[in-house]
């Protein structure tokens, strides 16, 4: 596998639009801008956002995700201890259920996941507080040279996903829906292990497979294969896929700790922007089956340069659930502007 940095349009988008939207720093000098759809503002730190005396917190996540890297990190960059917080991470691996029930149940105060899988459970009413975008990238579908080149030609094929419940399938069952295809009767879903997506692509099982990283981006890298679309694509071009989610109880009771663990979750991501290679030196450790090298291509296939709080955060999250409720994920009685601002918490306000 070719481990030189690929400079495709996914990775162009990424760069150009991190030097669009945001200001990238050293760990020791944090001047971020808070990137959205309505423009950036200005937040310094992390003395404003650090608290007066260390805290302990939990944070939940996935520790061998690679787009949660700078994350698992950050610790070791001094990025929490910058905000006087003292962190333990609690690792959740892919249940993403178990991560978002954790918090909702006090068993971790925060946690870093993907939005589109957190939708659906928090308009059920789980007491979670959504408080900022952390980067857009790391879901892909992709399909064999020869296979599929557009969406039209997806129709009366079957699609690989690793879960019927998947952050990916719900992405490209909007954006099918967005270009024409109704993802319920016009394509076939089959689940199987991420890593036999790509024997049952060349197998013929599949048409299109939907995945993350590392696995889809070997393929990408590989002939006999084509990246059909990712989640940023379209009008998702700008928006964040993997969010912060926070306890409710504590951006109602401890505002401050909230915005300092969201602060320095945003630190990180951006200081990733900027220095992969590092990134991919230190979580090589935590990650499975892959290489410094390949952790740091990834990472910049995203956009770990883009951020988004507040107004502009639920601007975000609004456009992701008026596409879900158009495809049934969520009520048909939700109205996604209400929505999206009852499940997040502005804590830089």
């Known amino acids: 596998m070719n481990q030189n940095l690929i400079l495709s349009r996914r990775r162009l988008l990424g760069l150009l639009g991190g030097a669009a939207v945001t200001?990238?720093?050293s760990p020791n000098?944090?001047?971020h801008n808070m990137a959205g759809m309505n423009g950036t503002t200005d937040i310094e730190?992390?003395?404003k956002w650090a608290l007066p005396a260390m805290r302990k917190v939990k944070l939940a996540v996935n520790l061998n995700a690679i787009c949660i890297a700078p994350v698992t990190v950050a610790d070791k960059q001094g990025f929490f201890r910058q905000h006087n917080l003292d962190v333990e991470f609690v690792n959740f691996g892919n249940s993403t259920e178990l991560l978002l029930e954790s918090i909702a149940t006090g068993k971790a105060d925060a946690a870093v996941g993907m939005a589109l899988r957190w939708l659906k459970a928090l308009e059920q009413g789980f007491d979670v507080k959504l408080t900022a975008g952390t980067h857009g990238g790391c879901m892909r579908l992709v399909t064999l040279a020869q296979g599929p080149q557009n969406f039209?030609?997806?129709?009366?094929?079957?699609i690989g996903v690793t879960?019927?419940?998947a952050a990916d399938k719900n992405f490209f069952s909007l954006l099918l829906k967005r270009h024409g295809i109704d993802p319920v009767n016009d394509v076939?879903?089959?689940?199987?292990p991420l890593d036999l997506l790509p024997m049952a692509l060349q197998k013929g099982e599949i048409q299109a497979a939907s995945g993350s990283d590392p696995v889809m981006w070997r393929l990408i890298n590989q002939s006999g294969y084509?990246?059909?679309a990712t989640n940023l694509t379209d009008e998702y071009a700008?928006?964040?896929?993997?969010?912060?989610?926070?306890?409710?109880?504590?951006?109602?009771?401890?505002?401050?700790?909230a915005a300092a663990i969201t602060h320095a979750i945003l630190q990180a991501h951006a200081w990733a922007a900027k220095h992969p290679d590092e990134i991919g030196d230190e979580f090589v450790s935590h990650a499975l089956n892959t290489t410094a090298q390949e952790i740091s291509a990834v990472l910049q296939t995203h956009t770990h340069g883009h951020s988004a709080t507040g107004d502009a955060f639920v601007k975000e999250l609004a456009v992701y659930a008026r596409d879900l409720k158009a495809i049934n994920v969520l009520r048909p009685d939700t109205d996604p502007q209400l929505f999206a601002r009852g499940i997040t918490a502005n804590v830089f306000a």
Do not use: H, I, Q
Request: charged fraction near 20%.
């Open 23 to 25: 200001s990238l720093f």
């Open 29 to 31: 000098v944090l001047a």
């Open 45 to 47: 730190g992390p003395g």
């Open 152 to 158: 039209a030609d997806l129709k009366g094929k079957t």
């Open 163 to 165: 879960d019927m419940a």
């Open 188 to 192: 076939s879903w089959r689940a199987y």
């Open 226 to 228: 084509r990246e059909l």
């Open 238 to 257: 700008n928006l964040s896929c993997c969010v912060v989610g926070v306890r409710g109880a504590l951006t109602r009771d401890a505002p401050a700790v």
